[in-house]
């Protein structure tokens, strides 16, 4: 409470300075030590939170599965300036009914400005002094970017139909009226009517069993940013792995991720060891339908994730330790703007890496680490190709562009590169509690590059007299590219990988024990290495000896399909088809699609197959896949 009044009033003192969309926030000011405020300007949201920003919603609502549509009310308490005029929210593509003041629901104007590409509208609600409810009655629309409506043929049941929505990063714009800013934080309940058959979850606390009347309450209690607003619903049960963990899935996937995720509650306690308290109650995952175009979501309490991570061997599930370190990275300590976006995958990515050194040990890391650098290495180099090397920096700059582009490896493997080099100048001991007390000092607040600086500077390198120069991470952040101090992971194992690959190519004999020893890491990281010029009779043999155009591990097959392409191995192009029909994880699709275009045949296969399934694929897929495949049919 007094924390929000002196942001209030703070925030009155520097009115007359601000302009548009800037939240405060604290930071040490470099020179005097002094705590004061910063200023954040979001250049992806309408918003103008210095005035009057959201702190609660009650959220109600009805899902219609058959015209597609949420038809919501959002009743929103408000802080504002005692003179304000206007509270101002991020909507896209929502049909606004009406919008009251107060808890006597009073009528009130308000206008929606022109339609700005990418960002939406911004919705202009005219308030009183004193006001702190404001509800606004709107539905969705077929425009709704967030949204996924999948039919009954599009689930692992086939007799229900599901919803689940993707916000992040500026699209919960799309299916609530909010202030869509990763710095603006609110607590929310809310009560959801779905049809009787299906259950509803959401990033709050949640059901374990169907309700008979389709309705369900929600309650999250600490305040989280909007791109963390979820629902998801179908015909979906629960299953408890440990006593504060478990899984969601439609029943007949529920046993297989069961046992999948297996290890969710070590992992949880492992985290908690590594960097402090769990701060959300429980951690459960839902598997949704395989249309779902990330890895995973790491919506508060409630991970989202893909069903191409039940590779039935455990083996993918360094997914699961990534979304549960953003439990930290990100949900507690949040990325002010989508400039800043390495802040929140990168130290995931670190987090995540020390979760599974924990549980699985250095070896099985370092697989990990190696596969993610060359991925880094590769990406680096065609981002330069296209003229994106400015998008090689860690602090980026999305000025009049959508916060997507801001998705690459960069963010994830460069920041987690530029942690570990830290690490690996200061020790192990002293970045451990350094990083830790980073999550506890900055806990359900903002940072941005700028403050994380200066909060390294004091917190890691001054208070442990560690000789760094400014130009050191400077380069890292500022510069394009990876810096010559970049760490190098090492993996014994892969480097047996290597040996036996050129044995392989030179004498055509492969040892049996690589397909009863080798995880499927390795695996992945022989077939990432095959020559270009593979012949079409190597490709058979690897085939046959390890199963690959029928395999069950996505990773692996979607590896596999470069060299696939590449050579014309077309005795597994109706794997191909099926996968690419079947799965709409952006991941996978973005470089097998790359890689059909490169020729005249691939492109009309490619083109064919777009054409199949792209009814398939989220929106987040199908924007990428559009452009990278010159497709111009528009929603
Ligand atoms: N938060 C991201 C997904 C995301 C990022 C969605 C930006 C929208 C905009 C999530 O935590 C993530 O990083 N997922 C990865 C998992 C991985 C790196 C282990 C994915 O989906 O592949
Ligand atoms: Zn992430």
Redo the contacts with the bound molecule.
């Keep these: 409470m007094y924390k929000t009044f002196t942001v209030l009033m703070l925030s009155m003192f520097l009115l007359q300075a601000c302009t548009q969309n800037k939240s405060t926030l604290e930071n040490t000011e470099p020179n005097s030590g002094q705590t004061m405020k910063l200023e954040v300007k979001d250049i992806h949201s309408f918003a103008q939170p210095h005035e009057a920003r959201i702190v609660h919603l009650d959220w109600e609502a009805k899902v219609d599965f058959e015209h597609q549509r949420i038809r919501g009310v959002a009743r929103w308490q408000i802080e504002a300036l005692a003179n304000a005029q206007k509270l101002v929210l991020d909507t896209k593509a929502l049909e606004i009914d009406r919008v009251t003041i107060g808890t006597n629901e009073e009528e009130t104007s308000y206008s929606l400005s022109p339609a700005q590409p990418h960002l939406g509208r911004g919705l202009h609600i005219d308030i009183k002094e004193n006001t702190e409810w404001v509800t606004v009655y709107y539905s969705t629309t077929a425009g709704a970017e967030a949204l996924q409506w999948l039919s009954v043929e599009q689930t692992a049941g086939k007799e229900q139909p599901f919803l689940f929505t ?1 916000s ?2 500026i699209l919960a714009r799309s299916w609530l009226p909010v202030q869509d800013s990763p710095g603006i934080r609110f607590s929310y309940s809310a009560k959801v009517e779905v049809p009787r058959e299906l259950m509803a979850l959401m990033s709050a606390e949640n059901p374990q069993e169907k309700t008979k009347d389709g309705v369900y309450s929600f309650t999250m209690a600490q305040p989280i940013p909007a791109y963390l607003f979820a629902l998801t619903v179908g015909d979906i049960e629960f299953a408890a792995i440990g006593p504060r963990t478990g899984v969601y899935a439609e029943p007949s996937t529920l046993a297989k991720a069961t046992y999948e995720f297996g290890a969710l509650e070590a992992m949880v306690k492992t985290a908690e060891e590594l960097y402090g308290p769990y701060r959300w109650e429980r951690y459960d995952i839902v598997v949704l339908p395989p249309s779902f175009p ?5 919506n508060p309490r409630l991970t989202f994730a893909t069903p191409t991570i039940l590779a039935g061997d455990r083996s993918l599930t ?2 699961v330790a ?2 549960l370190a ?1 439990s930290w990275s ?1 949900n507690l300590v949040t990325n002010a703007t989508w400039n800043d ?1 390495w802040l ?2 990168g130290f ?2 670190y987090f ?1 890496q020390r979760i599974m050194e924990a549980l699985y040990g250095r070896d099985y890391a370092e697989m990990l680490a190696a596969l993610a650098v060359t991925d880094l290495k590769e990406e680096i180099t065609s981002m330069i190709a296209d003229g994106q090397g400015q998008d090689t920096r860690l602090k980026l700059d999305l000025e009049g562009r959508n916060p ?1 582009d801001g ?1 690459t490896a960069i963010a ?1 493997d460069k920041g987690y590169l530029f942690l570990r080099m830290l690490e690996e100048k200061v020790g192990r001991e002293i970045f451990d509690a350094f990083v830790k007390t980073y999550f506890e000092d900055n806990a359900f607040q903002v940072m941005t590059t700028e403050a994380f600086i200066d909060y390294m500077k004091e917190h890691l390198l001054e208070k442990n007299s560690v000789d760094m120069e400014p130009m050191v991470y400077k380069k890292w952040i500022y510069g394009k590219g990876l810096p010559d101090n970049a760490p190098r992971p090492k993996s014994d194992r892969f480097a047996k990988v290597d040996a036996i690959l050129s044995a392989w190519l030179e004498t055509g004999q492969l040892p049996n024990t690589v397909k009863t020893q080798w995880s499927s890491h390795e695996l992945q990281h022989f077939i990432r290495s095959l020559p270009e010029d593979i012949s079409l009779g190597q490709l058979a043999v690897l085939d046959e000896t390890f199963g690959l155009s029928h395999t069950g591990n996505s990773e692996i097959f979607a590896a596999w399909m470069v060299p696939v392409i590449r050579q014309d191995y077309e005795k597994a192009y109706p794997q191909l088809e099926a996968f690419l029909i079947r799965t709409g994880r952006r ?1 996978f699709l973005m470089p097998i699609y790359s890689e059909l275009i490169k020729g005249e045949e691939g492109r009309k296969r490619a083109l064919d197959i777009y054409a199949k399934a792209r009814p398939n694929y989220h929106f ?1 897929s199908t924007h990428s896949l559009d452009k990278l495949l010159g497709h111009d049919i528009k929603n």
């Design positions: 993707q992040q990063a990330f890895g995973g979501m790491e360094s997914l990534h979304e953003h990100g976006f929140n995958e995931t990515v995540e997507d998705v994830y991941k987040v």
